[in-house]
Protein backbone atom coordinates (compact mmCIF):
# COMPACT_ATOMS: atom_id res chain seq x y z
CA UNK A 1 0.00 0.00 0.00
CA UNK A 2 2.92 2.61 0.75
CA UNK A 3 4.83 1.63 -2.43
CA UNK A 4 1.91 2.40 -4.01
CA UNK A 5 1.64 5.95 -2.29
CA UNK A 6 4.58 6.24 -3.18
CA UNK A 7 4.52 5.48 -7.21
CA UNK A 8 1.52 7.95 -7.39
CA UNK A 9 3.33 10.42 -5.64
CA UNK A 10 6.39 10.08 -7.74
CA UNK A 11 3.84 10.23 -11.24
CA UNK A 12 1.96 13.17 -9.72
CA UNK A 13 5.55 15.05 -9.30
CA UNK A 14 7.25 13.99 -12.58
CA UNK A 15 3.72 14.93 -14.03
CA UNK A 16 4.35 18.59 -12.47
CA UNK A 17 7.56 18.96 -13.67
CA UNK A 18 6.58 17.86 -17.00
CA UNK A 19 4.17 20.81 -16.68
CA UNK A 20 6.24 23.50 -15.64
CA UNK A 21 8.87 22.64 -18.53
CA UNK A 22 5.78 22.68 -21.04
CA UNK A 23 5.07 26.10 -19.21
CA UNK A 24 8.44 27.81 -19.37
CA UNK A 25 9.02 26.38 -22.90
CA UNK A 26 6.05 28.08 -24.38
CA UNK A 27 7.12 31.40 -22.77
CA UNK A 28 10.80 31.08 -22.37
CA UNK A 29 13.29 31.44 -25.51
CA UNK A 30 17.10 30.60 -25.01
CA UNK A 31 17.86 33.22 -28.00
CA UNK A 32 16.21 36.87 -28.86
CA UNK A 33 16.48 37.24 -32.57
CA UNK A 34 15.41 40.57 -34.92
CA UNK A 35 14.66 40.37 -38.55
CA UNK A 36 17.55 42.29 -40.74
CA UNK A 37 15.69 44.30 -42.96
CA UNK A 38 16.44 46.88 -46.17
CA UNK A 39 17.43 50.39 -44.66
CA UNK A 40 19.20 53.76 -45.61
CA UNK A 41 21.62 55.60 -43.58
CA UNK A 42 23.25 58.61 -43.74
CA UNK A 43 26.44 60.46 -42.68
CA UNK A 44 25.63 63.93 -41.91
CA UNK A 45 26.30 67.71 -40.15
CA UNK A 46 23.18 69.32 -38.67
CA UNK A 47 22.89 72.81 -39.47
CA UNK A 48 20.35 75.81 -39.57
CA UNK A 49 20.60 76.83 -42.81
CA UNK A 50 20.11 80.72 -44.02
CA UNK A 51 18.43 80.78 -47.26
CA UNK A 52 20.03 83.65 -49.54
CA UNK A 53 17.99 84.18 -52.82
CA UNK A 54 17.62 87.05 -55.73
CA UNK A 55 14.21 88.49 -54.59
CA UNK A 56 12.99 91.65 -56.18
CA UNK A 57 9.90 93.52 -53.98
CA UNK A 58 6.85 94.43 -55.71
CA UNK A 59 5.06 97.64 -54.96
CA UNK A 60 1.90 99.20 -55.63
CA UNK A 61 1.02 103.00 -54.82
CA UNK A 62 -2.45 102.64 -56.51
CA UNK A 63 -4.89 103.60 -54.03
CA UNK A 64 -7.97 100.87 -53.91
CA UNK A 65 -8.71 97.47 -52.63
CA UNK A 66 -6.39 94.70 -53.99
CA UNK A 67 -7.08 91.32 -55.14
CA UNK A 68 -4.84 88.52 -56.18
CA UNK A 69 -4.59 86.64 -58.97
CA UNK A 70 -2.10 84.47 -57.89
CA UNK A 71 -1.59 82.34 -55.12
CA UNK A 72 1.41 82.32 -52.63
CA UNK A 73 4.29 80.83 -54.22
CA UNK A 74 3.09 80.73 -57.49
CA UNK A 75 4.79 80.83 -60.89
CA UNK A 76 4.77 84.35 -62.89
CA UNK A 77 5.98 85.41 -66.42
CA UNK A 78 7.21 89.21 -66.77
CA UNK A 79 4.39 91.00 -67.06
CA UNK A 80 2.18 88.88 -65.87
CA UNK A 81 -0.53 89.81 -63.82
CA UNK A 82 -0.34 89.87 -59.84
CA UNK A 83 -3.06 91.17 -58.74
CA UNK A 84 -6.23 93.66 -59.92
CA UNK A 85 -7.13 96.51 -58.36
CA UNK A 86 -10.32 98.08 -57.38
CA UNK A 87 -12.40 100.37 -55.77
CA UNK A 88 -14.60 98.27 -53.40
CA UNK A 89 -14.30 95.22 -51.03
CA UNK A 90 -17.41 94.21 -53.11
CA UNK A 91 -15.46 93.75 -56.21
CA UNK A 92 -12.76 91.30 -54.08
CA UNK A 93 -15.84 89.37 -52.42
CA UNK A 94 -17.48 88.95 -55.64
CA UNK A 95 -14.17 87.65 -56.83
CA UNK A 96 -13.20 85.06 -54.01
CA UNK A 97 -16.52 83.89 -54.82
CA UNK A 98 -16.00 83.25 -58.16
CA UNK A 99 -12.83 81.36 -57.67
CA UNK A 100 -14.65 79.29 -55.30
CA UNK A 101 -17.34 78.42 -57.77
CA UNK A 102 -15.02 77.38 -60.16
CA UNK A 103 -12.60 75.43 -58.13
CA UNK A 104 -16.50 73.41 -57.65
CA UNK A 105 -17.07 73.37 -61.60
CA UNK A 106 -13.65 71.72 -62.10
CA UNK A 107 -13.77 69.52 -59.28
CA UNK A 108 -16.99 67.98 -60.77
CA UNK A 109 -15.85 68.36 -64.44
CA UNK A 110 -12.91 65.98 -63.50
CA UNK A 111 -15.10 63.43 -61.66
CA UNK A 112 -17.17 63.23 -64.84
CA UNK A 113 -14.37 62.70 -66.64
CA UNK A 114 -14.05 59.43 -65.47
CA UNK A 115 -14.21 56.45 -67.88
CA UNK A 116 -13.02 53.59 -65.82
CA UNK A 117 -14.35 52.98 -63.08
CA UNK A 118 -12.23 49.80 -61.92
CA UNK A 119 -9.25 51.62 -62.37
CA UNK A 120 -10.24 54.06 -59.41
CA UNK A 121 -7.66 53.48 -56.06
CA UNK A 122 -11.16 53.07 -53.80
CA UNK A 123 -8.19 52.91 -50.71
CA UNK A 124 -6.40 56.42 -51.83
CA UNK A 125 -10.11 57.42 -52.61
CA UNK A 126 -11.44 56.60 -48.51
CA UNK A 127 -8.19 57.73 -46.83
CA UNK A 128 -8.84 61.09 -48.78
CA UNK A 129 -12.09 61.06 -47.36
CA UNK A 130 -11.56 59.85 -44.21
CA UNK A 131 -8.35 63.00 -44.14
CA UNK A 132 -11.20 65.68 -44.81
CA UNK A 133 -13.48 64.73 -42.28
CA UNK A 134 -10.71 64.79 -39.67
CA UNK A 135 -9.26 68.10 -40.65
CA UNK A 136 -12.72 69.48 -40.15
CA UNK A 137 -13.46 67.81 -36.94
CA UNK A 138 -9.76 68.83 -35.70
CA UNK A 139 -10.12 72.44 -36.90
CA UNK A 140 -13.71 72.82 -35.04
CA UNK A 141 -12.40 71.04 -31.88
CA UNK A 142 -9.29 73.89 -31.73
CA UNK A 143 -11.89 76.60 -32.42
CA UNK A 144 -10.08 77.66 -36.17
CA UNK A 145 -13.60 78.42 -38.03
CA UNK A 146 -11.59 80.59 -40.27
CA UNK A 147 -11.39 77.54 -43.14
CA UNK A 148 -14.34 75.72 -42.19
CA UNK A 149 -16.39 76.70 -45.25
CA UNK A 150 -12.83 75.54 -47.36
CA UNK A 151 -12.92 72.52 -45.20
CA UNK A 152 -16.34 71.51 -45.19
CA UNK A 153 -16.09 71.76 -49.32
CA UNK A 154 -12.89 69.41 -49.34
CA UNK A 155 -14.90 66.88 -47.51
CA UNK A 156 -17.70 67.31 -49.76
CA UNK A 157 -15.44 67.02 -53.09
CA UNK A 158 -14.00 63.79 -51.27
CA UNK A 159 -17.30 62.10 -50.88
CA UNK A 160 -18.51 63.01 -54.28
CA UNK A 161 -15.78 61.46 -56.08
CA UNK A 162 -16.26 58.45 -53.59
CA UNK A 163 -20.00 58.12 -55.11
CA UNK A 164 -18.28 58.07 -58.58
CA UNK A 165 -15.18 55.70 -58.19
CA UNK A 166 -18.23 53.42 -56.20
CA UNK A 167 -20.34 53.49 -59.17
CA UNK A 168 -23.49 55.01 -56.77
CA UNK A 169 -23.77 58.28 -59.01
CA UNK A 170 -22.71 59.89 -61.78
CA UNK A 171 -25.12 62.52 -62.40
CA UNK A 172 -23.92 65.83 -61.19
CA UNK A 173 -24.90 67.46 -64.55
CA UNK A 174 -27.66 69.39 -62.60
CA UNK A 175 -25.32 70.54 -60.43
CA UNK A 176 -22.67 71.59 -62.53
CA UNK A 177 -25.57 73.88 -64.63
CA UNK A 178 -26.80 75.72 -61.26
CA UNK A 179 -23.16 76.60 -60.71
CA UNK A 180 -22.31 77.73 -64.15
CA UNK A 181 -25.31 79.95 -63.70
CA UNK A 182 -23.92 81.09 -60.63
CA UNK A 183 -20.36 82.02 -62.13
CA UNK A 184 -22.28 84.08 -64.97
CA UNK A 185 -24.50 86.05 -62.78
CA UNK A 186 -21.40 86.82 -60.14
CA UNK A 187 -19.31 87.90 -63.61
CA UNK A 188 -22.00 90.21 -64.39
CA UNK A 189 -21.76 92.06 -61.66
CA UNK A 190 -18.23 92.69 -61.79
CA UNK A 191 -16.92 96.10 -62.00
CA UNK A 192 -13.86 96.76 -63.93
CA UNK A 193 -9.99 96.72 -62.27
CA UNK A 194 -8.95 100.26 -61.94
CA UNK A 195 -5.50 98.88 -62.33
CA UNK A 196 -2.81 96.12 -62.31
CA UNK A 197 -0.44 94.98 -60.28
CA UNK A 198 2.17 93.29 -63.10
CA UNK A 199 6.08 91.29 -62.65
CA UNK A 200 8.85 92.74 -63.60
CA UNK A 201 10.48 89.53 -64.08
CA UNK A 202 9.26 85.81 -63.97
CA UNK A 203 10.15 84.17 -61.30
CA UNK A 204 7.81 82.64 -57.93
CA UNK A 205 5.82 85.68 -56.29
CA UNK A 206 5.49 85.82 -52.48
CA UNK A 207 2.93 87.53 -50.91
CA UNK A 208 5.12 88.53 -47.66
CA UNK A 209 8.55 90.20 -47.20
CA UNK A 210 10.58 89.91 -44.73
CA UNK A 211 13.07 92.81 -44.76
CA UNK A 212 16.25 90.28 -45.63
CA UNK A 213 15.49 91.04 -49.68
CA UNK A 214 17.90 93.56 -49.73
CA UNK A 215 20.19 92.71 -47.34
CA UNK A 216 20.93 88.95 -48.11
CA UNK A 217 21.69 88.44 -51.91
CA UNK A 218 23.68 86.54 -54.07
CA UNK A 219 26.18 89.14 -55.74
CA UNK A 220 29.25 88.29 -53.21
CA UNK A 221 29.11 85.29 -51.88
CA UNK A 222 32.61 85.62 -50.30
CA UNK A 223 30.70 88.48 -47.91
CA UNK A 224 28.75 86.12 -46.57
CA UNK A 225 31.34 85.51 -43.14
CA UNK A 226 30.67 84.79 -39.64
CA UNK A 227 31.23 88.14 -38.31
CA UNK A 228 28.20 89.28 -41.48
CA UNK A 229 25.77 86.27 -40.11
CA UNK A 230 26.13 87.36 -36.40
CA UNK A 231 25.43 91.07 -37.25
CA UNK A 232 22.95 91.00 -40.49
CA UNK A 233 19.42 92.20 -39.45
CA UNK A 234 16.22 92.85 -41.32
CA UNK A 235 15.99 96.77 -42.97
CA UNK A 236 12.88 98.19 -43.51
CA UNK A 237 10.70 97.87 -45.75
CA UNK A 238 9.64 100.54 -48.05
CA UNK A 239 5.71 102.40 -48.16
CA UNK A 240 3.73 100.36 -50.67
CA UNK A 241 5.51 96.72 -50.48
CA UNK A 242 2.53 93.84 -51.29
CA UNK A 243 5.44 90.83 -51.91
CA UNK A 244 8.41 90.03 -53.31
CA UNK A 245 9.31 88.01 -56.90
CA UNK A 246 12.00 85.31 -56.07
CA UNK A 247 13.99 84.46 -58.75
CA UNK A 248 14.47 80.79 -59.76
CA UNK A 249 18.29 80.74 -60.57
CA UNK A 250 21.10 80.09 -58.57
CA UNK A 251 20.63 80.37 -54.75
CA UNK A 252 22.27 79.75 -51.23
CA UNK A 253 22.16 77.89 -48.48
CA UNK A 254 24.31 79.24 -45.68
CA UNK A 255 25.69 77.72 -42.13
CA UNK A 256 27.89 78.72 -39.74
CA UNK A 257 29.92 75.66 -38.63
CA UNK A 258 33.50 74.95 -36.58
CA UNK A 259 36.31 75.35 -38.65
CA UNK A 260 37.11 71.58 -37.81
CA UNK A 261 33.97 70.60 -39.16
CA UNK A 262 34.66 73.19 -42.47
CA UNK A 263 37.64 71.07 -42.83
CA UNK A 264 35.30 68.31 -44.54
CA UNK A 265 34.25 70.16 -47.48
CA UNK A 266 36.38 71.67 -50.02
CA UNK A 267 35.01 73.86 -53.02
CA UNK A 268 33.46 72.49 -55.74
CA UNK A 269 31.97 69.50 -54.02
CA UNK A 270 28.75 68.24 -54.99
CA UNK A 271 26.22 67.50 -51.64
CA UNK A 272 22.40 66.18 -50.62
CA UNK A 273 20.93 68.47 -48.26
CA UNK A 274 17.92 66.64 -46.59
CA UNK A 275 15.25 69.80 -45.40
CA UNK A 276 11.86 69.71 -43.79
CA UNK A 277 10.12 70.89 -46.72
CA UNK A 278 8.14 68.46 -47.91
CA UNK A 279 7.87 69.05 -51.39
CA UNK A 280 11.76 69.02 -51.86
CA UNK A 281 13.13 66.63 -48.89
CA UNK A 282 16.70 66.04 -50.76
CA UNK A 283 18.22 68.97 -52.54
CA UNK A 284 21.29 68.61 -54.57
CA UNK A 285 23.91 71.32 -53.90
CA UNK A 286 27.35 72.51 -54.45
CA UNK A 287 30.05 73.71 -51.91
CA UNK A 288 30.30 77.18 -53.65
CA UNK A 289 32.27 79.40 -50.86
CA UNK A 290 33.84 78.65 -47.15
CA UNK A 291 34.52 82.02 -45.45
CA UNK A 292 36.77 81.63 -42.52
CA UNK A 293 36.30 83.92 -39.12
CA UNK A 294 38.35 86.43 -38.44
CA UNK A 295 39.75 84.68 -35.40
CA UNK A 296 39.94 81.43 -37.52
CA UNK A 297 37.37 79.61 -34.92
CA UNK A 298 34.87 79.12 -36.91
CA UNK A 299 33.52 79.38 -40.63
CA UNK A 300 30.53 79.95 -43.09
CA UNK A 301 29.83 76.92 -45.87
CA UNK A 302 27.72 78.42 -48.87
CA UNK A 303 26.39 75.88 -50.56
CA UNK A 304 24.87 76.90 -54.31
CA UNK A 305 21.43 75.24 -55.69
CA UNK A 306 19.27 75.59 -58.68
CA UNK A 307 16.38 73.57 -57.55
CA UNK A 308 13.41 76.04 -56.40
CA UNK A 309 9.26 75.55 -56.26
CA UNK A 310 6.96 77.31 -54.00
CA UNK A 311 7.91 76.19 -50.64
CA UNK A 312 11.45 76.84 -50.91
CA UNK A 313 10.50 80.20 -52.25
CA UNK A 314 8.45 81.52 -49.24
CA UNK A 315 11.52 79.60 -47.09
CA UNK A 316 13.89 82.09 -45.03
CA UNK A 317 15.85 79.48 -42.69
CA UNK A 318 15.69 76.08 -40.93
CA UNK A 319 17.29 72.97 -39.60
CA UNK A 320 18.64 71.04 -42.48
CA UNK A 321 21.26 68.16 -42.66
CA UNK A 322 24.55 68.11 -44.95
CA UNK A 323 24.85 64.62 -45.87
CA UNK A 324 28.59 63.52 -47.03
CA UNK A 325 27.47 59.96 -47.44
CA UNK A 326 24.54 57.55 -47.83
CA UNK A 327 24.39 53.81 -46.99
CA UNK A 328 22.13 51.25 -48.48
CA UNK A 329 21.73 47.65 -46.75
CA UNK A 330 20.50 45.43 -44.37
CA UNK A 331 19.53 46.75 -41.08
CA UNK A 332 20.71 44.75 -37.39
CA UNK A 333 21.21 45.61 -33.93
CA UNK A 334 24.97 46.69 -33.18
CA UNK A 335 25.26 44.21 -30.42
CA UNK A 336 24.58 41.45 -32.55
CA UNK A 337 27.97 41.35 -34.32
CA UNK A 338 30.05 38.89 -33.37
CA UNK A 339 34.23 37.85 -34.61
CA UNK A 340 34.95 34.05 -35.17
CA UNK A 341 38.13 32.66 -36.38
CA UNK A 342 38.87 36.60 -37.39
CA UNK A 343 35.55 36.83 -39.36
CA UNK A 344 33.31 39.44 -38.23
CA UNK A 345 29.45 37.90 -38.86
CA UNK A 346 26.28 37.48 -36.38
CA UNK A 347 24.48 34.62 -36.13
CA UNK A 348 20.99 33.73 -37.64
CA UNK A 349 18.52 31.31 -36.52
CA UNK A 350 17.67 28.95 -39.43
CA UNK A 351 14.37 27.42 -38.02
CA UNK A 352 15.67 25.52 -34.76
CA UNK A 353 19.66 25.44 -35.48
CA UNK A 354 22.04 28.65 -35.64
CA UNK A 355 24.26 29.64 -37.85
CA UNK A 356 27.18 31.64 -38.43
CA UNK A 357 26.99 34.26 -41.40
CA UNK A 358 29.77 36.71 -42.60
CA UNK A 359 28.47 40.35 -42.72
CA UNK A 360 30.48 43.45 -44.38
CA UNK A 361 29.39 46.02 -42.43
CA UNK A 362 28.63 49.89 -44.09
CA UNK A 363 28.11 52.04 -41.14
CA UNK A 364 28.00 51.64 -37.77
CA UNK A 365 26.47 53.34 -34.77
CA UNK A 366 25.89 52.72 -30.61
CA UNK A 367 22.12 51.20 -31.68
CA UNK A 368 22.07 49.45 -34.98
CA UNK A 369 24.57 48.88 -38.05
CA UNK A 370 23.81 48.71 -42.05
CA UNK A 371 25.56 45.62 -43.21
CA UNK A 372 25.76 44.82 -47.69
CA UNK A 373 23.07 43.29 -48.97
CA UNK A 374 24.93 39.91 -50.18
CA UNK A 375 23.46 37.62 -52.69
CA UNK A 376 20.95 34.73 -51.72
CA UNK A 377 24.32 32.90 -51.00
CA UNK A 378 23.86 31.21 -47.63
CA UNK A 379 26.84 31.81 -46.29
CA UNK A 380 26.33 35.65 -45.91
CA UNK A 381 23.28 37.58 -44.43
CA UNK A 382 20.01 37.78 -46.22
CA UNK A 383 17.32 39.78 -46.32
CA UNK A 384 14.94 38.70 -43.30
CA UNK A 385 17.13 36.85 -41.86
CA UNK A 386 16.38 36.12 -38.53
CA UNK A 387 19.22 37.64 -36.28
CA UNK A 388 19.93 36.14 -32.62
CA UNK A 389 20.77 39.26 -30.04
CA UNK A 390 20.55 37.46 -27.52
CA UNK A 391 21.84 34.70 -26.72
CA UNK A 392 24.13 32.25 -24.49
CA UNK A 393 27.06 29.34 -25.91
CA UNK A 394 25.99 30.40 -29.04
CA UNK A 395 28.20 28.81 -32.19
CA UNK A 396 27.68 27.45 -35.63
CA UNK A 397 25.59 24.53 -35.74
CA UNK A 398 23.97 24.55 -32.39
CA UNK A 399 20.28 23.31 -31.87
CA UNK A 400 17.71 25.48 -29.61
CA UNK A 401 14.60 24.71 -28.92
Not at 32 to 45: C, H, I, P, Q, R
Not at 303 to 309: A, G, I, T
Not at 333 to 354: E, H, I
Request: charged share 20%.
Amino acid sequence: MRGTTVLKGFVILLAAVFAVHQFISSVYSPVKTETAVFYSASDGLNITGLIIRSETLVTSSEGGVMHFVLEDGSRVAKDGVIANIYDSESASITLSKIDSVNTKIEDIEEMLSYNDLEAADLDMINAKATQSLNNLIVSGASGNFGNMSELSDELLSALNRRQVAMGETTDFSAQLEQLKAEKNELSASLPSAKGTVKAAMSGYFVSKADGYETVLTCGNPESITPEFMSSVSAAELPDGVIGKIVSDYEWYIAAEISINESLKYKEGDSLTIYTSVKSYPKLPVTVKKINISESSSSAVVVFSCNEMNSELATMRSGPMTVVTKEYDGLRVPSSALRVVDSKRGVYVLTGMQVKFVEVNVLYNDDSYMICEKQTSDESVLRLYDEVIVKGKNLYDGKIVG
